[in-house]
Every structure is written in C-alpha cells, then in structure tokens.
C-alpha cells in the first residue's frame, strides 16, 4: 500500500530515479515526505494541494539536470515561510548546504518597509547576496517563479498583473543574464499574455496561420543546407525554430513594426563539431542564400555578457522569405540552451566549470558593489530592469577587452562601466581614434578611449544624469554627488525644493514650513533637513515622486493651523448645477473637486471651503481623511449625495500605462471616437523602462458610463493598464 501523498511524489519519481544515485534518491524522497507533512492543510489558489507546487519545481530542476541538493531545496522551498518549520530544522535533517538554499530562496518576511517596491528591493538584494555564495540559489528561484506564472490564471487579477510586470522587469533579465534562454523566453510568454492578452492573441493567431507554410518553408531550407554543409564539415546537425511571442511582441508593438517586416521569425541552427566548422558553414551558407546586410553578428569572437557564443546571419531566398541561421558548436548549444544550469546537467559542477561560473555571475558582486557604494537598494532593482536588456552593444577598449552595454548607451556610460573612477575623472573620448561629443551614442565594434584629467578634484557633472542611459552609470554619478559636494546639494536641493513649492502655490510660515520638513524627514529617514535637501540635490530624492505627500502634509498643517471655522446655518437640502444635492445649506455655491474628478456613481463628501462654497471630493480622494470625524475640523465635512435627475457630463480622468508604440495616440483616439466620447485634454510622458504614461480627461455621465470606456480603452494593442485618476502626470 503506498503512502499518502504518493500520486504526487509519482510525478517525479521515475526521473528521480533514472537521474541521481540510490542513496540521492533516497534523500529526495525523505524532502518531499516531509515538506508533504509540512504543507499538510495548505491549498493552491486553484484549490489543489499545496504540495504540487514544490513538485513541479523540483520537476523543473531535474529536467534542466540540477544536483541533488537544489532538488530538495526546492521541495522544501517554502516549508521555512509558510510553515512552522525552521531553517534549523532543514539543517538538522538534510545539511547546511540545503538549509543556505532555502533560506537564500526564502524571501525576507514581514520586515516593515515603506513600500511594495522597498519590499521588492530589499528580497532582490537578498536573493542577490545568495546567488553571490551559491548560484544555484537563482536557478531554484527561476523554476520556482516558473511553475507560478504557468498557473498565474488563478490568482486575482491586479495579482496576476503585477506579478507579470516584476517577471518581465525582474525574472526574465536575470534568466537571460545567466544564459538560461528557455526559461527567459517562457516567463516572458506567459507574462505578455497576462499583460496584453489582445497582443498576444493576434500574435499567436497569425504564427497558427503560417503553420503549414511554416513547417513546409522550413523542412525545404534545413534539406538543402543539410546536404550542402555536409559537404565542408562531418554530421553538422540541423534545426528549425520559430522566434518566441515576446520576441515578436517588442519588436511589433514596442519598435513598430509588421508582423511581416520581423526578419527573424523563422530561423535554422547548424550545430557542428569545432568552431572552424561554424565559419566553413558560414562560407556555404553565404554561397547559397544572399545575406541582408547588416544582420550578421559574431557572438563567438565576442561572446555575449551570460557566455552565449553563435554566429548569426540573416539571408533571403528565392520565396522571398527572410530567416537567421545560427551556426555553434555543440559545446555553445549546450551553453546557449542552459547557461549557469549546464555546468550540473553537464556534470562540471563547480569544480570542473569553476572559472566559467565565475565569469557568467560577475555581474552579481558588481551590481552589490555599486548597490553598496549609493547606500540605495532600489538600484538594484533600476539596474536589471533598464541595463539587463536583450538588445546590447559590443565595444572595445584600447586593451582589446570586451564591453557590453545597452542599446542606446553613450561613452559615458562605457567610461563608468570601466570603473567609477574612470567615469568620475572623464573629459573626453575618442571612438576610433576621432574625438566624439559626450552624448555619442556607442555601436557594436568600436573602439573606445576614455579621456581623464589628473586634476584633483575633478568630477562628473550634474547635465550628465540628462546624457547617460544605464542606471549604473547614474548610480554612480550620484553617489559622488552624495560624497564630495554636500554642501552643493543641499544648495541645489533647497532651490528645487522651494521652486516646487512656489509651483504648487504651497505658502507656509515659518513655523509651518518647519513642520512640513519635519514630516519629510521622518518619512524619508533623514536625520536633519540639510540631509533631506542634499539627497534632493543628488537625487536620491525624487521630488515629483513625494509632491503628493507634500500636499498632503501642507493641507493638513493648513487646517490645523486654522483659527475658526465658518457655521452655515441649516436649511433646505440645496441641488447644485452639477447634480450635486447638498443637506442642510440652501443657495450655495458648489464645485465638483479636480483632485479626483467625482462622476454619478461615486461614493462623495462635502467640504465647506473659506468663501468658494462647498468643495465635492470622491470618498477615497487622498486629500479626505480615513475618519473625518477625528480629522482637525470635523464640522467643516458634511454629506453630500448625487441627484437623480438628466444624466449630464463631468469631467473624469484616467492614467493609461501603455508600450511606446508609434500609433498609439491614433488607436485612443478611434477607440474613443467610436465611443462618442469627448476629449477635454491629454498629456504625454515618458518613462525610464520605456513605456508612456498618458493622462486623459474626458466627459462621462456615470461611474458606469466611465468603466465601459476604460474597457474599451483596455483592449487597445500597447495599453498594460487604465486607472482612475485626478493627478496630472
């Protein structure tokens, strides 16, 4: 008779058995028993068992050929958070070894931090600091967000959304950084469909229509240069692929383009013996079909940052189909399948592939360094979200060493990718031998000189923030900012600072001016005001991202400060001009808030304002207290209601988080067209990881009315998300 819970340990058991020694096995067996036991109760969002979750991660691992160790660890994963099980417990019954990879897997716990991004930073940072002593920390971090984004459909759906952004932010880049490509290319997949399913749909829509086209197009291509390699090189191996949902994705709808201008959607790899054998292949490859200029890239003389080595070519032939041909060795295949993960499904372990692992996460104590000299933990998080990206750049120094860097950097950038010091003493550069502005923009095989000055004391400048692209280089641009000129930042931080102020028409006294610095500091962890002004002033401080709590603070202290309050006598209820009823004020003068825009069908207050009548603020407005009857002046919030009469238009805003795409602005504008919806304004910006935020204000009738636009704007192709919103952007 078996045990209970064996119809889920028999998922793995097999390839448990046919991968590890008896005595392993063995071991593993006793993880999962007891992480069973552990998790007993414990039910998945779907309803099924927790257990199956552990399962499918270990199942993951040992298909990627993952030690013994890392299968446990996974099986006992989340035994330390979500049970009363310890670490130390994990260490007396199956070693330290396995007890440092739970704990490293093991996000940080109910720590009080200020924020869902702090929170995010600080277990990156942690996680960070593992894969620093053990990599295979990561590689069970990956499988185990794996599993998670492929069953994603039964979390809630802000759930579902905001673990797809950190996936495709975070997760993805580190898979792709550590060279481990199936699993970079499904976390991507899977987040885009939960992100932009429309996108996604239409995409997998058009490659099912090509299917057949597909398979006959490619079948003929890999025959033909089947029998002409076999000509100059011994049993080259032949593939055919098609290019991922995300790959197609940025390049339709964040570049641009057709789905007939990707070039690389279809691709072949030829997988031979030696690297001589990859460039005789390339010569033949050339001879047959005619190369697109400009597409071919030698990652094997310059292999990419995660190890990656292929040569790639794209060509057209007589269909006039375009499609890339990678050609490597088998050792690069392996490579370019697994990255990290091949040093154990390889058997090279960290003994045999010491120097190679080395190499491929030395990204990881640098990211900590430069972590550690800002002080600022979401730099982390700003570094793999903007710098780990797909699209990268090869330069060269003088020495003849490899640089890598992101699409778009300049030579500042390369400078401080150097070294801190070489980008704080830059004056210049030379690219080939030419004097180049600063701002120039680096190409793939340059060659790169840094200009420095000896000249003590010499340092960035500030416009350099305006012209750099990388956050390593502007981490480190402010963190010397931060060491060497705090006198200058808490000058530079105090006139931003009071220029906002004036901006936002914020007048205080003194005494009140105070005050509002003392909230700020406490709420920033700053010890005086000068420090609060220097990290203005060096920007480790955003002011616009704390100007909502700044006017939040001023109306506070402005209430509290305010000597009498008027009385209104009562009298008949009074219906407004905007549909508004108010109790116990006759003939009054009513204004629908702009702060937050309330429709027909929000939940609203009133408040009695000095001489402009009764100001009317959604329930859930930032500027109305959780309580108002314990607010400063209780008396001055009465009820207010909607009037049930001729549906009439308001104003109503809405923040759309959208990809940058070049018919964006003309999809709003159809999908509100066909709607007969009015357009009063809209504003446009930028953000640092690409995408455009853009602010609308338009007429709705309802809170009803309003939802059926914002799904309508929902399903437009490069819109991620709509929200209410009173703030401009």
Known sequence: MSKPGYEHYSKIEEAVKKAFEPNEAEIIEKAFYFAFVSHDGQKRKSGEDYIIHPVAVAKILIEFG???????????????????????????????????????????????????????????RKLLLAMNEDIRVIIIKLA???????????????????????????????????????????LEDLAISFLDPIAYAEIETALAEQEPLRKEFLA????????????????????????????????????????????DIYAVRIIVDTVGDCYNCLGVIHDMYKPIQGRFKDYISTPKPNMYQSLHTTLIGKEGIPFEVQIRTHEMHRTAEYGIAAHWKYKLGYKDGNNKIEKGIGWVSHLLETQSESGEVSDIVNTIKNDFVSDEVFVFTPKGDVIALPMGATVIDFAYAIHSAVGNKMTGAKVDKRIVPLDYTVKTGEIIEVLTSSQPGKGPSRDWLKIVTTSEAKTKIRTWFKKERREENIEEGKSEYESQLRRNNIHLTDEQHGQLLNTLCEKQKMSTHDDFFAALGYGGIVLSKIMPTIKDEYNKIVRANTESTPKLKASKRSVSQEGVVVEGIDNCLIKLSRCCNPIPGDDIIGFITRGHGVSVHKRDCTNVPVNTKNSAEPER??????????????????????????????????????????????????????????????????????????????????ILSVDRSGADI
Not at 687 to 695: E, F, M, S, W
Request: hydrophobic residues 40%.
């Open 66 to 124: 993952m030690d013994y160790q890392s299968v446990v660890s996974a099986l006992l994963h989340d035994v330390v958070e979500d049970t009363p099980v310890t670490a130390l417990d994990v260490k007396k019954l199956f070693g330290e070894q396995v007890m440092l990879l739970v704990d490293g897997v093991t996000k940080l716990g109910k720590i009080p931090l200020a924020s869902k991004e702090e929170q995010q930073a600080e277990n990156l």
């Open 220 to 263: 003929k291509i890999k025959e033909k240069i089947a029998v002409r390699a076999a000509t100059v090189v011994n049993n080259p191996k032949i593939e055919g692929r098609i290019k991922s949902v995300h790959g197609i994705y940025r390049k339709m709808y964040m570049q641009g383009k057709n789905f007939e201008e990707i070039y």
């Open 637 to 718: 919030w009465i009820k207010v209601s909607w009037n049930n009469g001729d549906a009439t238009d308001f104003y109503a805003s809405l923040l759309l988080t959208c990809l940058s795409t070049k018919t964006l602005m003309n999809d709003i504008f159809t999908s509100l067209n066909l709607l007969h919806i009015t357009v009063q304004s809209i504003n446009t910006r930028g953000t640092k990881d690409g995408r455009t935020l853009v602010n609308l204000t338009i007429n709705a009738n309802s809170v009803e009315h309003l939802k059926s636009v914002m799904v309508r704007l929902q399903k437009v192709p490069g």
């Open 144 to 186: 185990d967000r794996l599993h998670n984004m492929r069953t994603l459909k039964y979390v809630p759906e802000q759930k579902r959304r905001d673990t797809a952004r950190e996936t495709i932010e975070i997760y993805a880049p580190i898979a792709h950084r550590l060279g481990i490509r199936p699993v970079k290319e499904e």
